[in-house]
C-alpha cells in the first residue's frame, strides 16, 4: 500500500509535505487507471507534441489524463475527488484548511492543492523560512553538556535549515558548517581526523556516517 502524507504540519513545514503529497499522488493509482499526479499540474491541459522522445513515459502517463472528453471527464472528476478527500483528511484538522475550504463543495483537488500550495509557498512565506533556516544554521552547537542533545539531533535540524535555506550547500561546505557546530574539546581528534580526510570532506553523509564512531 501507498503511504498517505501526514497532516499538514504548518508553513515552516510545508514545502516538504508538498514534496510528501506530491509523492504519494504520483504513486497513487485513481479510477482512471493512471496515476494521481497530473491532477497536481498547474497546467494540465497540455496536446502538444514535444518531439522523439520527449515526455518520457512517466509524464505521458500524466499528460494522458486529460478532462475535454466525455469519457476522460468522468474520470478526471472521480480522480479529482480522490485527490480532494486526501487533502481533506490531511487538512481538515487544521486551521489551514480554510485555505482550501472554497474547493469543497465541488470536491476540486486540483483547485484546493494549488490554491493551499500557493498560500504555504508564496514569497513572504519563503522568505520568512530561510530566515529562520539561516539563523538555525548560524546559532546551533553542540558543547557536550545537554546530554539529550544528541548527534542525531544535531544533524537533522543542520539538515533540515540546509534544505529550507534556498542556499546551494555542496557537502565540503554542509561539513565544514557542521564540525564548526561541534565546541566540545574532547571531540577535536574527530573533528581533524575527518578534515585530513580528503574522501569525507566531498561526501557529507559518509562523513556523518563516519562520526558516530567518536560520538558519546
Known amino acids: 500500500d501507498v503511504a498517505k502524507?501526514?497532516?499538514?504540519?504548518?508553513?515552516?513545514?510545508?514545502?516538504?509535505?508538498?514534496?510528501?503529497f506530491e509523492e504519494w499522488a504520483s504513486k497513487t493509482i485513481g479510477p482512471s487507471g493512471i496515476p494521481l499526479s497530473y491532477i497536481l499540474r498547474e497546467n494540465h491541459a497540455q496536446d502538444e507534441d514535444e518531439g522523439m522522445f520527449e515526455p518520457t513515459m512517466d509524464e505521458e502517463l500524466q499528460n494522458r489524463g486529460r478532462h475535454n472528453t466525455p469519457t476522460?471527464?468522468?474520470?478526471?472528476?472521480?480522480?479529482?475527488?480522490?485527490?480532494?478527500?486526501?487533502?481533506?483528511?490531511?487538512?481538515?484538522?487544521?486551521?489551514?484548511?480554510?485555505?482550501?475550504?472554497?474547493?469543497?463543495?465541488?470536491?476540486?483537488g486540483h483547485g484546493g492543492y494549488w490554491a493551499g500550495k500557493r498560500h504555504a509557498l508564496g514569497a513572504g512565506v519563503t522568505r520568512a523560512i530561510q530566515a529562520n533556516a539561516d539563523k538555525i544554521i548560524a546559532s546551533t552547537r553542540y558543547d557536550g553538556r545537554n546530554k539529550s542533545w544528541t548527534f542525531e539531533k544535531v544533524v537533522t535540524r543542520l539538515n533540515e535549515a540546509f534544505d529550507d535555506s534556498g542556499?546551494?550547500?555542496?557537502?565540503?561546505?554542509?561539513?565544514?558548517?557542521?564540525?564548526?557546530?561541534?565546541?566540545?574539546?574532547?571531540?577535536?581528534?574527530?573533528?581533524?581526523?575527518?578534515?585530513?580526510?580528503?574522501?569525507?570532506?566531498?561526501?557529507?553523509?559518509a562523513a556523518v556516517a563516519t562520526s558516530w564512531r567518536f560520538w558519546p
Open 167 to 205: 542556499a546551494e550547500w555542496s557537502d565540503e561546505r554542509k561539513l565544514i558548517k557542521l564540525l564548526d557546530v561541534i565546541v566540545d574539546s574532547s571531540l577535536l581528534p574527530a573533528k581533524l581526523s575527518i578534515r585530513a580526510n580528503q574522501a569525507l570532506r566531498e561526501d557529507y553523509e
Open 5 to 20: 502524507p501526514p497532516q499538514f504540519p504548518g508553513h515552516e513545514k510545508a514545502r516538504k509535505w508538498y514534496e510528501a
Open 72 to 108: 476522460a471527464s468522468m474520470f478526471w472528476k472521480a480522480d479529482n475527488t480522490m485527490v480532494w478527500n486526501q487533502l481533506r483528511e490531511c487538512f481538515h484538522p487544521t486551521t489551514d484548511y480554510t485555505w482550501i475550504k472554497p474547493y469543497e463543495k465541488t470536491k476540486n
